[in-house]
C-alpha cells in the first residue's frame, strides 16, 4: 500500500514548462507498481495523460499531450514526474497521481484500475 502526494502545480504562462512530481510519503512505488497522471478540469470528466510500468518504463500518452509531456520515474527518490511543456490554456486542470499493483501488466490510461491517489495539484495556464 502506498500514500501519494503530488506537488509542483502552478499558474504559469502559456508556453513555459512546468514539473509535477508525485512522492510516495509511505510505502515503496517499486517495480511492482504501475504510475498515472490523470487530470480534472470544472465541469469535464478526469482524463488520463500519461502511465508508466514501472517495471519496464513503458509509457502511455494521450493524444492531446503526447511530444509536449513526458512521464518518468526515480525509484531512489520514491518519485515520479510529469514534465509538462509547452503549456496550453486547455492544460488548465487538478492534476492527480494514481498507482495501482500490476507486476508488469500494461494498465494504460483509464482511471478505474488505480486504487491508490494523490489529492491532487493545481496547473492554470493563461494565454
Known amino acids: 500500500q502506498v500514500q501519494l502526494m503530488e506537488s509542483g502545480g502552478d499558474s504559469v504562462q502559456a508556453g513555459v514548462s512546468l514539473r509535477l512530481s508525485c512522492a510516495a510519503v509511505?510505502?515503496?512505488?517499486?517495480?511492482?507498481?504501475?504510475m498515472g497522471w490523470f487530470r480534472q478540469a470544472p465541469g469535464k470528466e478526469r482524463e488520463g495523460v500519461a502511465a508508466?510500468?514501472?517495471?519496464?518504463?513503458?509509457?502511455y500518452y494521450a493524444d492531446s499531450v503526447k511530444g509536449r509531456f513526458i512521464i518518468s520515474q526515480d525509484n531512489a527518490k520514491n518519485t515520479a514526474y510529469l514534465q509538462m511543456s509547452s503549456l496550453k490554456p486547455e492544460d488548465t486542470a487538478m492534476y492527480f497521481c494514481?498507482?495501482?499493483?500490476?507486476?508488469?501488466?500494461?494498465?494504460?490510461?483509464?482511471?478505474?484500475?488505480?486504487?491508490?491517489w494523490g489529492q491532487g495539484t493545481q496547473v492554470t495556464v493563461s494565454s
Open positions: 509511505s510505502g515503496d512505488l517499486d517495480n511492482r507498481y504501475c
Open positions: 508508466i510500468t514501472l517495471s519496464d518504463g513503458y509509457t
Open positions: 494514481a498507482a495501482v499493483l500490476c507486476f508488469g501488466e500494461r494498465i494504460g490510461l483509464a482511471a478505474s484500475p488505480y486504487n491508490y
